[in-house]
């Protein structure tokens, strides 16, 4: 499986963007999706996650209600729409692909190579 994660950029404090998450190799829908962030010197963390039909999904505490994660089995890619952007929303946005919806990173099979989301203020 491989996985091609885009979409990051320079935002403005209070702006938007939306990471696409592009999956080739074996069925997408055979996959529960992740997307984790890794903060400048801190370590990486998970932001959210979505299992195999789109039906269950989950977010960090940090994210609710700003960020939104979906998926397209037409196009075998997963989105992260990221909204109402923070400073501290700046890292290297990661996609992952497992088994099930986990926060431990080490539970997932696959990762993309990360794209940057640099928040201004």
């Known amino acids: 499986v491989q996985l091609q994660a885009s979409g990051g950029g320079l935002v403005q404090a209070g702006g938007s963007l939306r990471l696409s998450c592009a999956c080739s190799g074996r069925t997408f829908t055979l996959y529960a999706m992740g997307w984790f962030r890794q903060p400048p010197g801190k370590e990486r963390e998970f932001v959210a996650g979505i299992n195999r039909s789109g039906i269950h999904i989950e977010y960090a505490d940090s994210v609710k209600g700003r960020f939104t994660i979906s998926r397209d089995k037409a196009k075998n890619t997963v989105y992260l729409l990221l909204t109402s952007l923070k400073p501290e929303d700046t890292a290297v946005y990661y996609c992952?692909?497992?088994?099930?919806?986990?926060?431990?990173?080490?539970?997932?099979?696959?990762w993309g190579q990360g794209t940057l989301v640099t928040v201004s203020s």
């Open positions: 992952a692909a497992g088994d099930f919806i986990t926060s431990q990173g080490n539970e997932y099979d696959y």
